[in-house]
């Protein structure tokens, strides 16, 4: 059974910085992409980055690229969301998510808010 449960949100005054993390088990987790995600208030669900099984190669949404870096520990089975340079429009809920079987999984989420 896939699991992924993150860590690491709270609040954060504009220009700030926060680190998420997400702990991934019941799956092979050095053989999947994973990828954060984000619900703002109100909004739908957006894509925030991705990063490939090996940790060799990321993208991101063009509204977090140069303030959001995405990375992988195999090792510990842990994919990280360090954000920089925060702004209130960031705030949202975070989550991490695979996809195993061909079906999406996510996590609980963890909240953000950026806010002075």
């Known amino acids: 059974q896939v699991q992924l449960v993150e860590s690491g949100g709270g609040l954060v005054q504009p220009g700030g910085s926060l680190r998420l993390s997400c702990a991934a088990s019941?799956?092979?987790?050095?053989?999947?992409?994973m990828s954060w995600y984000r619900r703002p208030p109100g909004k739908e669900r957006e894509w925030v980055a991705t990063?490939?099984?090996?940790?060799?190669?990321?993208n991101y949404a063009d509204s977090v690229k140069g303030r959001f870096t995405i990375s992988r520990d195999n090792a510990k089975k842990t994919v990280n969301l360090q954000m920089t340079s925060l702004k209130p429009e960031d705030t949202a809920v975070y989550y991490c998510?695979?996809?195993?079987?061909?079906?999406?999984?996510w996590g609980q989420g963890t909240q953000v808010t950026v806010s002075s």
């Open positions: 990063i490939t099984n090996t940790g060799g190669s990321a």
């Open positions: 019941g799956f092979t987790f050095s053989s999947k992409a």
């Open positions: 998510a695979t996809v195993y079987g061909g079906i999406p999984s």
